[in-house]
C-alpha cells in the first residue's frame, strides 16, 4: 500500500514540504472533528477513536487521544512486522501525531480536569458550543471535519493506521476482503458502544437515549466516508456520452472547437437496418453534459444520444493514472 520513494524526495522540494503540510492540517482537522463533535456526545464511529471513547466511558480518567495510542502503536509495531516496509514514515507520524493533537486540544477546550474526563458537552468553550439538542446536526459537522481530515490525510499517500492495518492482517491470515475487514473491525466498535454507552454495561448508569447514539453513529460513519470520497473523486463522475448523427462533421467542430476536447469514432452496426455508421465516443464533465445536449439538438434533433457515469476517467484533459501504490477511495 506504501512505499519509501516518497522519502527520498529532495529535501528543498516544494511539493515534499507541502505534502507533510497538509497531513498535519488533516490530521488536526481529523482531530478537532473529534473533540468539538464527536466526543462530547459519545458518538462511536468505529476505528481507535471510536473504541477510545467506549473506554473513555469505562475509565473516564483516561484520554480519547491516550487510547488511540494504545491501539495504534501496537497495531503500528505488528504492521510493520508483518508487512516490513509497506507503512511509511507519513502513516506512522500521522498516527502517532493525532491522538497527541486531541488529547492537547482536548485540555484547552475545557477548563479544569474534572470536565477533561466527563467531556461534558455543556462546558465546553464554556458553554459556546452545546450543541446537545442538535445531535443530527452535531454528527453531520464531525463528520464532515473527520472525513476532511482523512480525505487529505490519504491524498498525500498515509492513514492514521487504526482499522485499515486491522483489515490487512485479516485479509492476510483470514481470507478477509479488506474493506469487509474494515467493516468487521468498526461494527465490532460500533456494538461495543452500544453495550457500554447504550446499555450501561460496566458504568454506572447508561447514557441517556443512549442506544440512539448508536445510530447517529451510523449516520456519522456513512457520511464521513462519503466525505472522504469526495476528497479523492471529487463532487461528481465525469459523463460518457454515445452519439449516433449524420451530422459528424459539425459535431466534430464543435467538440474540437469548442469543448476543446477529443472524441473517438466507434464502427457500429444499425440492428434493423443492418447500415453501418460511426458512433461518436465523448467524455466530458457533468457540467459540459447539458451544453454538448443542446448543441446536438440544435445540429440533428433526430440523433440518438445515450448518457451515462464515468466512474473514473484518466488521460489527457482528465485524471492521471494511479501509480501501484496509490490509495483509492472505493
Not at 500500500?1 to 490530521?27: D, H, Q
Not at 469505562?58 to 487521544?65: H, K, N, R
Amino acid at each position: 500500500m506504501f512505499n519509501t520513494k516518497t522519502l527520498l524526495e529532495p529535501m528543498g522540494s516544494w511539493a515534499w514540504w507541502r505534502s507533510w503540510l497538509l497531513i498535519f492540517v488533516g490530521c488536526s482537522i481529523m482531530g478537532a472533528g473529534f473533540v468539538f463533535f464527536i466526543n462530547p456526545y459519545n458518538f462511536v464511529p468505529g476505528g481507535v477513536y471510536g473504541a477510545g471513547i467506549v473506554l473513555h466511558n469505562l475509565f473516564p480518567s483516561i484520554q480519547v487521544g491516550t487510547f488511540g495510542y494504545m491501539f495504534d502503536v501496537p497495531l503500528m509495531c505488528i504492521a510493520v512486522l508483518v508487512f516490513g516496509g509497506k507503512f511509511g514514515a507519513r502513516t506512522v507520524l500521522a498516527a502517532l501525531y493525532t491522538p497527541g493533537f486531541m488529547n492537547i486540544l482536548t485540555r484547552l477546550v475545557y477548563p479544569d480536569e474534572a470536565t477533561v474526563r466527563s467531556l461534558d458537552p455543556a462546558l465546553l468553550l464554556d458553554g459556546r458550543l452545546d450543541l446537545s439538542n442538535d445531535l443530527l446536526l452535531t454528527c453531520i459537522m464531525g463528520a464532515v471535519l473527520v472525513g476532511v481530515g482523512q480525505g487529505l490525510v490519504v491524498r498525500q499517500q498515509a492513514t492514521t493506521g487504526g482499522t485499515d492495518i486491522v483489515g490487512m492482517l485479516l485479509q492476510k491470515y483470514a481470507g478477509i476482503k479488506f474493506s469487509t475487514g474494515i467493516l468487521l473491525a468498526d461494527g465490532a466498535v460500533v456494538l461495543s458502544g452500544l453495550v457500554v454507552i447504550g446499555f450501561g454495561l460496566g458504568t454506572d448508569q447508561p447514557a441517556e437515549g443512549g442506544w440512539m447514539l448508536t445510530l447517529y453513529s451510523l449516520i456519522t460513519i456513512y457520511a464521513a466516508s462519503r466525505v472522504v470520497a469526495y476528497m479523492l473523486d471529487g463532487a461528481s463522475y465525469d459523463k460518457l456520452l454515445f452519439i449516433i448523427s449524420d451530422k459528424h462533421a459539425m459535431l466534430k467542430e464543435f467538440i474540437i472547437r469548442d469543448l476543446d476536447r477529443s472524441a473517438t469514432y466507434i464502427k457500429s452496426k444499425g440492428m434493423y437496418t443492418d447500415a453501418s455508421r460511426e458512433m461518436i465516443f465523448l467524455v466530458v464533465s457533468r457540467k459540459e453534459v447539458r451544453l454538448v445536449q443542446h448543441k446536438i439538438k440544435e445540429l440533428d434533433p433526430t440523433a440518438f444520444v445515450v448518457v451515462t457515469d464515468a466512474y473514473d476517467t484518466y488521460g489527457e484533459g482528465f485524471k492521471q493514472l494511479p501509480s501501484a501504490d496509490e490509495i483509492q477511495a472505493e
